[in-house]
């Protein structure tokens, strides 16, 4: 009698498990959650013609897509970070002031390097940071302009030029006006 009922316990636990395997095997039906993360803006349709980036393309989190073989049509401030990297940590906030600050200008555009989204996407909530940010998971671009820490900036002309870049984070708001000025020739 005994055993009876234990494998009839045993029944019932597998049958109650196989349930919930089943549901977990099920595709996420949750909504999608919307990233603070805007959209990218939109490039020209201008191929960039030899001193700009590697010419590499990223889907945005919020929507959009970074090419780097395209013009941005607009001075632009490229700026590779990870929630995993202390000084971009520090870093993004004043690039979110500057983004703010410089309007239509000067565009703020991230590149999420080596993260995850979700990673990311809670790190950039946590410090307010909206600007658009493409996601590069595997740090294809690092690889390719031969840099392995973060943050990295790029400082790129309306025509895609790339004119300056930054290996390390910016101290301040200031500082990174001055580059803009210096380097894009944009006043704020």
């Known amino acids: 009698m005994r055993v009876r009922a234990l494998v009839a316990l045993g029944l019932v636990l597998a049958g109650m498990l196989a349930g919930c395997t089943s549901e977990a095997e099920k595709p996420d039906t949750a909504p999608p959650v919307e990233s603070a993360l805007l ?35 607009v001075p632009t401030v490229v700026n590779l970070w990870g929630s995993w990297c202390a000084p971009c ?18 565009r703020v555009v991230g590149l999420i390097s080596k993260d995850g989204i979700p990673q990311a996407e809670s790190f950039a909530a946590d410090a307010g940071v909206t600007f658009p940010s493409a996601y590069d998971a595997p740090g294809q671009l690092m690889a ?5 820490a973060l943050p990295y900036t790029a400082f790129i002309a309306a025509d895609g030029t790339l004119v300056h870049s930054q ?7 200031d ?3 001055g580059l803009v000025a210096e380097h894009l020739g944009v006043q704020l």
């Open 89 to 106: 940590r520090e870093e993004l906030p004043l690039l979110q002031q500057f983004a703010d600050d410089a309007g239509d200008q000067v």
């Open 144 to 148: 390719e302009l031969g840099i392995n």
């Open 167 to 173: 290996l390390g984070p910016f101290a301040s708001v």
């Open 39 to 73: 959209a990218c803006p939109e490039q020209t349709d201008e191929a960039v013609d030899g001193g700009a980036l590697p010419a590499l393309s990223f889907e945005c989190v919020g929507g959009g897509e970074l090419d780097l073989g395209r013009a941005p049509g």
């Open 175 to 177: 500082e990174l006006r």
